[in-house]
């Protein structure tokens, strides 16, 4: 099994598509860890021309003051139009409208909003008599704080984070590389090779051994991910990390494992079925489909991961690699909860191997033709191991 293993590993992992998309992935996972925090950390401070006409005047010294990302440079102007469609200017202010010359600067606007609000409400308190002081105890923020009765956190996007990677990690990766497996089985059936392979190994070897190759592929990739995540959550300064996303990276690499090697297998005997590539992108929709549906039910019930339809999915086979890792990310679940799933998982990827396997012998050598499930199902006793 493992000469079989060391063949796929030797064909697949060396050939430029592996190559190139691990490099991809690899940069794209760096990237995604790393330049948020560089633009986090970035002071850079934009200068922006204001021009104040009529009334837009008075707000010259409030307007002039700034913020942390904004230098304004106040110009009085009579009409500020031509200015404007020259871009000498960003915007014109008349006491009544801002104008801009086409799409409004979301970060200027809001900040030229807010101080005009302000300047305004200053001067009606004036009016009124009413002290700095006295104004500012009226518009002081309250300090509302938040409880959860089930004791979660606040840290929704950091959680929504890791159990968007997790997820879609986990559904691309097993996707793709039991296409691999599905499309290697095909290739060797209709160029004959198979026929010798199997006179020196047994069916169910063979498909180990091919499983078990293309998924150290599959697992370098995933590790890269699950590397990348790490390095985002411990670059979360100032962020208390739940102790519920950090455990999500373990569990991720074991239903990796245990969701390939269920999947996988699946993808094999489907290949076995068929002898066209043609053939094979149809055929394997019962067996993408479960995956497929996995991934939907994590993406329409991000905001409610304890949901009904999450926890069932979180222990059925088909759809657990995906939905259990994005459930234990998004929410505290029971560790009795974890153990069950897994070990519901890693049954089933025994059973599934040993089906797969009885498809694989019965339909490897039939070429030529597509067996159908049908087909397989009246003469399964046939393809006994």
């Not at 190559?19 to 948020?36: E, H, K, M």
């Not at 094999?268 to 066209?276: E, L």
Request: glycine share 10%; charged share 15%.
């Amino acid at each position: 099994m493992w000469l079989i293993a060391q063949r796929e590993l030797q064909t697949r992992g060396r050939s430029k598509g592996f190559l190139v998309s691990t490099g991809v992935l690899f940069l794209c996972v760096a990237l995604a860890a790393v330049v948020p925090s560089l633009l986090g950390n970035s002071e850079r401070i934009r200068t922006v021309h204001i021009g104040l006409s009529g009334s837009g005047q008075d707000f010259e010294q409030a307007i002039g003051v700034g913020n942390e990302t904004l230098e304004p440079k106040v110009v009085r102007v009579k009409g500020g139009l031509a200015e404007l469609e020259a871009e000498q200017l960003d915007v014109v202010f008349d006491g009544r409208q801002l104008t801009w010359k086409a799409l409004p600067d979301f970060t200027l606007d809001e900040y030229l909003r807010g101080v005009i609000q302000q300047k305004i409400v200053a001067d009606r308190a004036a009016a009124l008599d009413l002290s700095s002081t006295e104004l500012e105890a009226i518009f002081q923020k309250p300090n509302i704080q938040e409880v959860r009765l089930d004791g979660g956190d606040d840290e929704f996007g950091l959680r929504f984070a890791t159990a968007g990677v997790s997820g879609l990690a986990t559904f691309l990766l097993i996707q793709i590389w039991g296409a691999f497996v599905m499309m290697g089985v095909v290739e060797e059936k209709s160029s004959k090779v198979v026929e010798v392979l199997l006179s020196h190994v047994r069916p169910s070897t063979l498909l180990s051994g091919k499983v078990l190759g293309l998924g150290l592929l599959a697992v370098a990739q995933m590790a890269i991910v699950i590397a990348g995540v790490a390095a985002g959550l411990a670059a979360s300064s100032g962020i208390d990390v739940p102790a519920g996303v950090w455990s999500t990276i373990p569990l991720l690499a074991v239903t990796f494992l245990l969701g390939f090697g269920f999947y996988a297998t699946a993808f094999a005997a489907v290949g076995a079925m068929v002898s066209r590539q043609e053939d094979a992108q149809s055929a394997q929709l019962p067996v993408l489909f479960p995956l497929m549906l996995g991934y939907f039910i994590a993406s329409f019930n991000i905001g409610s991961p304890d949901s009904p339809l999450v926890v069932l999915g979180s222990f059925l086979p088909f759809t657990s690699p995906v939905l259990l890792p994005f459930r234990t990310a998004m929410t505290d679940v029971p560790l009795w909860e974890i153990l069950v799933s897994l070990g519901i998982l890693g049954a089933s990827s025994v059973v599934m191997l040993r089906v797969a396997a009885r498809i694989y012998r019965y339909s490897l050598l039939r070429s030529g033709v597509r067996v159908t499930w049908r087909e397989w199902w009246r003469n399964r006793n046939e393809a006994s191991l």
